[in-house]
């Protein structure tokens, strides 16, 4: 498989609420250069995450030990900029599985449905909702539901609906990247050309 199956994910939250973060800031494009998918979370919100001489900023969120969990809750516009793939690599293998946000880039999208990261879009008011449960109490968890398509504050039980290609909620239930789902029709597109002999 590509990646982790995804059905249900239960978190407590890291919470960005910043708008208009690009795929630069994710990550920089000095850490472009690898050719290996594989450690790219070191660098996730680089220059945001350390000072010059590498030591942490306190002041940064990946930085509190009060926030921690597999969902990144972000503001709107979030992944837009260039269409570098390295943007979801590093937050896939940072640890998150889910990013919600009011609003994403249509290619930092694609490029997060394709390695296993869902990428939830909800109203600017459950948005605000999120952020304040979590300033309320840094343990507070959301409820991702794929196969219901929805999410839900835990803590109040109030919840939305969010949108999703099916093709791309079948991969992401099942862990498949598209090779993956090829290989998983391979009867069927050999009975398909048995069926039509050139």
């Known amino acids: 498989m590509a990646y982790d199956k995804f059905t249900v994910l239960k978190s407590t939250c890291v919470p960005l609420p910043l708008e208009n973060v690009d795929t630069d800031q994710i990550i920089p494009a000095r850490f472009l250069k690898a050719t290996k998918r594989e450690a790219f979370g ?7 995450r350390y000072n010059n001489d590498d030591s942490p900023k306190e002041d940064f969120v990946l930085n509190n030990d009060t926030y921690s969990g597999k969902v990144l809750v972000a503001g ?33 999208k694609g490029n997060s ?24 109490d840094p343990n507070a968890q ?29 991969n992401m239930v099942n862990g498949f990247d598209d090779i993956d789902y090829l290989q998983a029709m391979k009867e069927e597109i050999g009975s398909f050309e048995a069926a039509r002999p050139f």
Do not use: M
Not at 42 to 48: E, G, H, K, P, V
Not at 142 to 147: F, G, H, I, K, Q
């Open 142 to 170: 959301v409820e991702v539901n794929l196969p219901t398509q929805t999410v839900t504050l835990v803590s109040t039980g109030e919840s939305e609906s969010f949108e999703i290609n099916g093709y791309k909620k079948n």
């Open 76 to 108: 709107r516009n979030f992944g837009s900029g260039s269409s570098r793939e390295h943007a979801a690599w590093a937050i896939y293998d940072y640890g998150f599985r889910c990013v919600i946000s009011s609003f994403f880039a249509d290619i930092f």
């Open 113 to 136: 449905l394709n390695i296993g990261i869902l990428p939830v879009t909800v109203s600017p008011e459950f948005l605000d909702k999120i952020f304040k449960d979590i300033e309320k």
């Open 42 to 48: 070191d660098n996730l919100f680089r220059d945001w």
